[in-house]
């Protein structure tokens, strides 16, 4: 958050990439919007803390894009 208050960018027009459950966390109670692609630890399965997606592979972001920004 506190990157994204000197680069003046509000929390909605940004979007994280993250692997783990903690950063996940991270991401939606700064309401961030967060696509995971999990590595070893399978996502969590918390309602609270629900990514915006959940990708296999950084390729499968390429496909989740145009949905993220409508």
């Known amino acids: 958050l506190e990157t994204l208050r000197q680069l003046a960018l509000p929390p909605a027009d940004c979007l994280v990439l993250e692997d783990s459950n903690i950063g996940v966390e991270a991401a ?13 630890i399978p996502p969590a ?26």
Do not use: C, G, T, Y
């Open 28 to 40: 939606v109670r700064a309401n961030i919007r967060v696509i995971q692609i999990p590595d070893l």
């Open 45 to 70: 399965n918390d309602p609270a803390f629900k990514p915006f997606a959940i990708a296999a592979s950084l390729n499968e972001v390429i496909d989740i894009l145009p949905v993220v920004h409508d």
